[in-house]
């Protein structure tokens, strides 16, 4: 009633105009200039970086915290940040307490987090490889080659000198020689198309997929139980020493492509206007595969292959703060830790006791956001406008 | 001071494209680039700004090897407005034309006064200013391709390198694009479709032919009957233009079929 009566003698006032410039916004197809210069129709320019950061971080920090906390045994933040302030200080107590946050949940969170951050920035990074917004890490053989790699180690013990790095050396191995090949595949053409190395990519995958089923077909039936539970994904075996490797080659691989961060917003363009643009493309396009593959390798060797994050943490991201590489490389750090942190928390207390497979929280997560992002921009997945 | 092409070929996937051309662009002038489809205009621009390596031949700017500098050093003379395309990531106005200063900056610099002063007159130089905040993928064609001008203004060259920059626009946009890089003063080799257009605009042209410069010369001496037929292998009527006196062309339909479809009462041609 009130509002109908409120209603009325506003449209009366102005007649069409208060709903529809909105409404025009969201559905702004080529306007003319003249149509848009109302103001109102007007885009504001992006959120300040920082916010943004400030606000992934506290996102993060509350996403650990949640995710130390909850389990089997649940620890109040308080509790959590208690322990991890006394083994900081260098006199950690003896307490069950601290027994589940230092040894069991803080090195799970950190690598999950890390993992979430390095498979984010992958994903980001290939999708500008590739100039396609629906790429993903592992789109270019990157799973399925550490597949390959690490079911051999589990399998029939290759690598067994290294002891407990055999996995993830044999892993890293399998995705930048999968990586290599695509790369190499598609060189031989005169040209490095985007679609020819999708078509690579998908291909080299299902060769590569198929190698790792004969080694499971060949292996004996209770490794392949293990191998089966790592290729869907897992942080279930984290322990400090996983950390180090992942962790250093997040931060080397970040800062390689935080100062490449405008040649990659050039290359974003596409090869050819990036070239105009006095970027060596040949030789970007050939360190950003390593990058990659480097990163994701090193996330795949410590967690198996977890779907959905490098496609969709990057899109999430682009969506708030836009595709300048200088911006999307270090926020999408911090969500896709965030991301991975709270899907983990998912993947081990929904059914607990016992445990989901990562993959398939982040599938059930991922698989519906990114439909209501295509649905939401269209022109970002090669419909024009 | 001069751009020169000399002696250049270029292979693609071991395929000549490009045999041998000497093509001059002396400073401050506006040179045309024409040619049927597949006649190597694009490949030659893009061995300019080094997508293709040459197989033969150099590229000199003002004397220096122009493939040997470093790419940044290159890219801060020449730039490039390329057919209009569509970029698959969400960039708005101001954060395209601010990629245009890439070549300025090295590894973590970040945008400073001058880059962000050099950006806005460049989208005021093109009549952007109101599309500033706008997403580049939601403007016309037009408005796209008036937005890479600005990219390239904001690379600060002194040359500038189009490539079928008018391709997919409609007669306003296409007129507009050129009249707006002819008044900039700059250095233009200028890959062009449209030969009356080019005779407007183009202080010289030169005509490709399967990879190979066939003749080259002021658009009036060029742009003829014989050149079109012989370069293209179409009939067309070569007219003045009555304002400028360039050459315009008019097209012809083949006289055989004109006839069928006007009829048998149709006049002579020229009654």
């Not at chain 1, 789109?139 to 996995?167: K, M, N």
């Not at chain 1, 496609?311 to 703060?321: F, G």
């Not at chain 1, 989901?356 to 970002?380: D, E, N, Q």
């Amino acid at each position: 009633m009130r509002q109908g009566g409120r209603q009325v003698p506003a449209t009366a006032a102005s007649p069409p105009e208060l709903a529809p410039p909105a409404a025009n916004l969201e559905a702004s197809g080529p306007l003319d200039p003249a149509s848009t210069a109302g103001g109102s129709g007007r885009r504001r320019d992006r959120l300040p970086l920082w916010v943004v950061l400030v606000a992934c971080a506290v996102l993060l920090v509350v996403a650990m915290t949640l995710g130390i906390g909850i389990g089997s045994v649940s620890l109040s933040p308080r509790a959590v940040w208690q322990v991890i302030a006394d083994h900081l200080a260098g006199h950690p107590k003896n307490t069950v307490a601290d027994a589940i946050v230092w040894e069991i949940r803080l090195p799970r969170v950190l690598l999950a987090a890390v993992v979430g951050a390095a498979l984010t920035t992958a994903g980001t990074v290939v999708q500008v490889l590739v100039r396609n917004a629906l790429a993903d890490p592992f789109l270019l053989g990157i799973s399925s080659g550490a597949s390959v790699g690490a079911t051999a180690v589990l399998l029939f013990g290759a690598f067994a000198s290294l002891g407990i790095w055999a996995v993830s050396f044999g892993s890293v191995l399998g995705a930048l020689g999968a990586m290599a090949a695509v790369f190499l595949v598609s060189r031989s053409r005169h040209q490095l198309a985007p679609t020819q190395l999708i078509l690579v990519g998908v291909v080299l995958s299902a060769l590569f997929e198929s190698v790792t089923s004969f080694l499971i077909f060949r292996g004996n039936p209770q490794a392949t139980q293990s191998v089966l539970f790592w290729l869907l994904g897992s942080f279930g075996n984290a322990n400090w020493a996983q950390l180090p490797i992942p962790a250093v080659a997040l931060v080397v691989a970040m800062v390689y492509l935080l100062a490449q961060a405008r040649p990659l917003n050039a290359f974003a363009m596409g090869a050819e206007p990036a070239a105009s643009l006095g970027v060596d493309v040949h030789r970007l396009r050939r360190n950003l595969f390593v990058v990659t593959s480097l990163m994701a390798g090193v996330a795949v060797a410590v967690s198996g292959v977890i779907g959905f994050v490098g496609l969709v943490v990057p899109h999430i991201v682009r969506l708030i703060v836009g595709s300048d590489h200088r911006r999307v490389l270090p926020v999408g750090v911090l969500f896709g830790a965030s991301f991975m942190v709270f899907g983990d928390l998912l993947a081990r207390t929904i059914v607990a006791p016992q445990e989901m497979p990562i993959g398939v929280i982040t599938a059930f997560i991922g698989a519906p956001t990114l439909i209501v992002l295509i649905r939401r921009r269209p022109y970002l997945y090669g419909a024009t406008q | 001071m001069s751009l020169d092409l000399i002696g250049l070929s270029v292979d693609i996937g071991g395929r000549p494209i490009v045999k041998d051309i000497d093509i001059s662009v002396p400073d401050g002038r506006f040179v045309g680039l024409l040619g049927p489809n597949g006649s190597g205009k694009s490949t030659i621009l893009k061995a300019i700004y080094r997508v293709h390596r040459p197989a033969a031949g150099r590229v000199l700017l003002d004397g220096a090897d122009l493939l040997s500098m470093p790419h940044k050093a290159s890219a801060r003379r020449i730039a490039v407005v390329a057919q209009e395309s569509t970029v698959e990531f969400d960039f708005t106005v101001l954060e395209m034309v601010m990629i245009g200063r890439t070549p300025h900056k090295r590894a973590f610099d970040r945008d400073d006064e001058t880059d962000r002063s050099i950006v806005a007159e460049a989208i005021e130089r093109v009549g952007c200013e109101r599309l500033a905040y706008r997403s580049f993928n939601t403007l016309s064609g037009g408005e796209k391709q008036r937005v890479l001008i600005a990219r390239a203004i904001a690379q600060g060259a002194d040359h500038l390198i189009l490539d079928e920059p008018t391709n997919h626009l409609d007669i306003r946009y296409q007129i507009e694009v050129l009249e707006l890089v002819a008044g900039f003063g700059m250095t233009i080799l200028a890959a062009l479709h449209d030969l009356s257009l080019a005779a407007l605009f183009c202080d010289t042209v030169c005509v490709l032919s399967d990879g190979v410069v066939v003749t080259s010369g002021p658009p009036k001496a060029v742009i003829t009957v014989e050149m079109v037929r012989h370069a293209y292998g179409a009939d067309v009527l070569v007219v003045e233009h009555p304002e400028t006196g360039t050459p315009h062309l008019i097209p012809r339909r083949s006289p055989r079929e004109g006839a069928a479809l006007t009829g048998p009462k149709a006049p002579g041609p020229k009654a």
